[in-house]
């Protein structure tokens, strides 16, 4: 062995495990950020909640002078805007922000430069092929341990740094596609390394490499985003078959190079995310397993419309979630394969808000006492006693689940989970709450989240915006009757203004039922023992009876598209103190609020100014 390949050897060795400890660095400083933004929060939450305690401090909602004490506040806001807000858009689908952009360009930058650097043989020839022909196949080995990681619903990275694992999808998917090219840099360089090449296919090294490639290179190919929202359950199917074919033949490839190592960890992480998630269908489902305690995990599939599915079955005794949270669903019926699992946001909400025989103290005087019993929670009690789902009809699974619910059949569920991170809006002084369509299953549990924490006192949020935008009128009897009992709870305390906008047809609006009723262009007609004329915001009359949700003063319908800059400039115009934007909805719904958050609105200037320090969560129901 000459000096020149005893060189390479142990830079081959040595380098991927250099790669290791800066990406173990970044992640720990990515950790350390979070954790101090989370006891900021709970610091900030606890000293709001106090100050809403003490009426002085409650009464006083006012913006002060220039301070130059909320500089470094206004610039962390910039930073917000920057990373977060900031976007490269290509086309009408697909999105990336500055922080997306900058961890792609870094990471293929690190590995690039950690796969050429140091080429240069002891004759001095640089960029010699045989020094980084291999080194960029052990570079990209070294990579899969995480890239499976983050690829699983269990996973250490989201237990360090508090991110959940669809967030971390993207960076899973970019890590895939930069190793990937670095993978044929690495199959490109030994072709042309090792010419002529045919008498090495003889190598069983070789076939399990070509092997790997092939199906990776598939898997690559079926996991481009059109593809993924087109054919979905293909991308699905194609993904399990080709990430196991890629990892057996990466693994015997690798016992030429004895790199294994870098290898068999990837079956060990799969294999124990399997394993938890399969415990916790045991946990969750114990009744199919033989344990005649289990809950009976029957669902019912409601069609609400030509788009839109409830599920809905009842709540495992132990199924704990917070507001946000998603649930992954097994249906057996209704799925082509029987451990095929699809995610879905949790509607309903786990609380005991309800669950008490009378409120003794009615929020307002225009509203009689209400019993809030069991018995009495009418069309709402899915939302307090089941887990319900709301799902939109595309192809495959969820037309499948359509045809179901037309059937008017019960169908057998599975439910593992909860999943996913819950926005803790308790230190917010405003949130604004924007949904489209399905959207609201995100939504509406914060909302209701958001009022039982006032009344218990664990919150000082003095106002809330609900913005939710509908095709159809119809959409509203989803959480009409939930929304009217929500309202009469929230205590004196919480300003609530509902926005709901009906972006449909301008003659779906008067096709109003049940206690809806239209009064085109006809002189208005009162009979106030049963309804009374409002007007809508865009001008036309509408006749509704007094027990509907359009009754109440802070409830408004318009048929148009919400103008969500407009609506969001006006909110950071008169907030204080920190306000929180969450957004569940297509990408025109978002890119529209991130283009309403950025300068000047959310400025340093106007920050110190004794504007609002303004975060924006997303929750995009897109494909990723």
Same mark, same amino acid.
């Given at each position: 062995?000459?000096?020149?390949?005893?060189?390479?050897?142990?830079?081959?060795?040595?380098?991927?495990?250099?790669?290791?400890?800066?990406?173990?660095?970044?992640?720990?400083?990515?950790?350390?950020?979070?954790?101090?933004?989370?006891?900021?929060?709970?610091?900030?939450?606890?000293?709001?909640?106090?100050?809403?305690?003490?009426?002085?401090?409650?009464?006083?909602?006012?913006?002060?002078?220039?301070?130059?004490?909320?500089?470094?506040?206004?610039?962390?806001?910039?930073?917000?805007?920057?990373?977060?807000?900031?976007?490269?858009?290509?086309?009408?689908?697909?999105?990336?922000?500055?922080?997306?952009?900058?961890?792609?360009? *870094? #990471?293929?930058? !690190?590995?690039? $430069?950690?796969?050429?650097?140091?080429? =240069?043989? &002891?004759? /001095?020839?640089?960029?010699?092929?045989?020094?980084?022909?291999?080194?960029?196949?052990?570079?990209?080995?070294?990579?899969?341990?995480?890239?499976?990681?983050?690829?699983?619903?269990?996973?250490?990275?989201?237990?360090?740094?508090?991110?959940?694992?669809?967030?971390?999808?993207?960076?899973?998917?970019?890590?895939?596609?930069?190793?990937?090219?670095?993978?044929?840099?690495?199959?490109?360089?030994?072709?042309?390394?090792?010419?002529?090449?045919?008498?090495?296919?003889?190598?069983?090294?070789?076939?399990?490499?070509?092997?790997?490639?092939?199906?990776?290179?598939?898997?690559?190919?079926?996991?481009?985003?059109?593809?993924?929202?087109? *054919? #979905?359950?293909? !991308?699905?199917? $194609?993904?399990?078959?080709?990430?196991? =074919?890629? &990892?057996? /033949?990466?693994?015997?490839?690798?016992?030429?190079?004895?790199?294994?190592?870098?290898?068999?960890?990837?079956?060990?992480?799969?294999?124990?995310d399997r394993f938890i998630r399969f415990l916790r269908l045991v946990v969750f489902n114990h009744s199919y397993f033989g344990f005649r305690s289990g809950s009976t995990m029957d669902a019912t599939a409601e069609l609400l419309s030509d788009d839109f599915v409830r599920l809905r079955f009842h709540r495992p005794s132990h199924f704990h979630w917070t507001p946000g949270q998603t649930a992954y669903l097994i249906l057996p019926s209704v799925s082509r394969l029987p451990f095929e699992a699809h995610p879905f946001t949790i509607a309903s909400f786990n609380s005991t808000l309800f669950d008490v025989p009378k409120e003794q103290k009615p929020t307002s005087e225009k509203y009689a006492e209400i019993s809030l019993a069991e018995g009495n929670l009418g069309s709402s009690a899915p939302f307090w006693k089941e887990l319900v789902f709301f799902i939109n009809v595309r192809e495959g699974f969820t037309a499948r689940l359509k045809d179901a619910a037309l059937k008017g059949n019960k169908v057998k569920v599975f439910v593992d989970g909860p999943y996913g991170p819950s926005p803790n809006l308790s230190s917010y002084d405003t949130s604004v709450l924007v949904a489209g369509g399905s959207g609201v299953s995100y939504t509406l549990p914060v909302l209701l989240d958001i009022i039982e924490r006032v009344r218990n006192g664990e919150s000082g949020c003095h106002r809330v915006v609900f913005i939710w935008s509908i095709r159809s009128v119809d959409h509203i009897h989803w959480i009409d009757d939930v929304l009217i009992r929500a309202l009469r709870l929230a205590p004196p305390s919480l300003s609530i203004s509902i926005l709901i906008h009906v972006t449909g047809a301008p003659s779906t609006i008067e096709i109003l039922p049940q206690s809806y009723g239209p009064n085109d262009g006809a002189k208005p007609v009162r009979d106030d023992s049963r309804s009374e004329v409002v007007e809508l915001q865009d001008g036309k009359a509408m006749e509704i009876s007094n027990d509907s949700l359009f009754a109440i003063d802070s409830v408004k319908l318009a048929n148009e598209r919400p103008d969500l800059r407009a609506i969001l400039r006006d909110e950071v115009k008169t907030a204080t103190g920190r306000m929180s934007v969450s957004v569940c909805g297509s990408q025109s719904i978002t890119r529209s609020v991130r283009g309403a958050l950025r300068f000047p609105v959310s400025s340093p200037l106007n920050v110190a100014n004794g504007g609002p320090s303004v975060t924006l969560h997303i929750e995009s129901f897109g494909y990723a």
């Amino acid at each position: 062995m000459d000096a020149d390949e005893s060189l390479r050897i142990a830079r081959n060795h040595l380098y991927p495990k250099q790669a290791w400890y800066c990406i173990g660095l970044f992640v720990f400083i990515i950790a350390t950020f979070q954790r101090i933004s989370f006891l900021h929060s709970k610091f900030a939450g606890r000293r709001q909640t106090s100050n809403a305690s003490d009426p002085e401090h409650a009464s006083v909602h006012r913006r002060h002078a220039f301070s130059w004490r909320r500089i470094p506040l206004g610039l962390v806001n910039s930073y917000r805007v920057i990373s977060f807000r900031w976007t490269l858009e290509f086309g009408k689908s697909y999105t990336l922000n500055m922080a997306e952009v900058f961890v792609t360009m *870094a #990471y293929i930058i !690190f590995l690039f $430069v950690w796969t050429f650097i140091n080429t =240069t043989d &002891l004759d /001095g020839h640089t960029l010699d092929i045989s020094y980084w022909c291999n080194r960029s196949g052990m570079l990209a080995a070294s990579q899969f341990p995480l890239i499976t990681a983050l690829g699983t619903k269990n996973n250490i990275v989201s237990l360090i740094t508090g991110i959940s694992c669809d967030k971390l999808n993207y960076v899973h998917r970019m890590m895939c596609r930069v190793v990937f090219i670095l993978l044929w840099v690495h199959a490109g360089s030994d072709v042309v390394r090792n010419a002529p090449f045919q008498p090495y296919f003889a190598e069983q090294w070789l076939i399990w490499g070509l092997v790997s490639m092939v199906a990776f290179t598939i898997l690559c190919i079926v996991s481009l985003r059109p593809i993924r929202a087109q *054919a #979905y359950e293909l !991308f699905f199917y $194609v993904h399990f078959a080709t990430a196991l =074919t890629f &990892l057996i /033949g990466a693994y015997f490839h690798t016992q030429n190079f004895e790199s294994t190592f870098w290898i068999y960890p990837c079956f060990i992480i799969w294999g124990l995310d399997r394993f938890i998630r399969f415990l916790r269908l045991v946990v969750f489902n114990h009744s199919y397993f033989g344990f005649r305690s289990g809950s009976t995990m029957d669902a019912t599939a409601e069609l609400l419309s030509d788009d839109f599915v409830r599920l809905r079955f009842h709540r495992p005794s132990h199924f704990h979630w917070t507001p946000g949270q998603t649930a992954y669903l097994i249906l057996p019926s209704v799925s082509r394969l029987p451990f095929e699992a699809h995610p879905f946001t949790i509607a309903s909400f786990n609380s005991t808000l309800f669950d008490v025989p009378k409120e003794q103290k009615p929020t307002s005087e225009k509203y009689a006492e209400i019993s809030l019993a069991e018995g009495n929670l009418g069309s709402s009690a899915p939302f307090w006693k089941e887990l319900v789902f709301f799902i939109n009809v595309r192809e495959g699974f969820t037309a499948r689940l359509k045809d179901a619910a037309l059937k008017g059949n019960k169908v057998k569920v599975f439910v593992d989970g909860p999943y996913g991170p819950s926005p803790n809006l308790s230190s917010y002084d405003t949130s604004v709450l924007v949904a489209g369509g399905s959207g609201v299953s995100y939504t509406l549990p914060v909302l209701l989240d958001i009022i039982e924490r006032v009344r218990n006192g664990e919150s000082g949020c003095h106002r809330v915006v609900f913005i939710w935008s509908i095709r159809s009128v119809d959409h509203i009897h989803w959480i009409d009757d939930v929304l009217i009992r929500a309202l009469r709870l929230a205590p004196p305390s919480l300003s609530i203004s509902i926005l709901i906008h009906v972006t449909g047809a301008p003659s779906t609006i008067e096709i109003l039922p049940q206690s809806y009723g239209p009064n085109d262009g006809a002189k208005p007609v009162r009979d106030d023992s049963r309804s009374e004329v409002v007007e809508l915001q865009d001008g036309k009359a509408m006749e509704i009876s007094n027990d509907s949700l359009f009754a109440i003063d802070s409830v408004k319908l318009a048929n148009e598209r919400p103008d969500l800059r407009a609506i969001l400039r006006d909110e950071v115009k008169t907030a204080t103190g920190r306000m929180s934007v969450s957004v569940c909805g297509s990408q025109s719904i978002t890119r529209s609020v991130r283009g309403a958050l950025r300068f000047p609105v959310s400025s340093p200037l106007n920050v110190a100014n004794g504007g609002p320090s303004v975060t924006l969560h997303i929750e995009s129901f897109g494909y990723a």
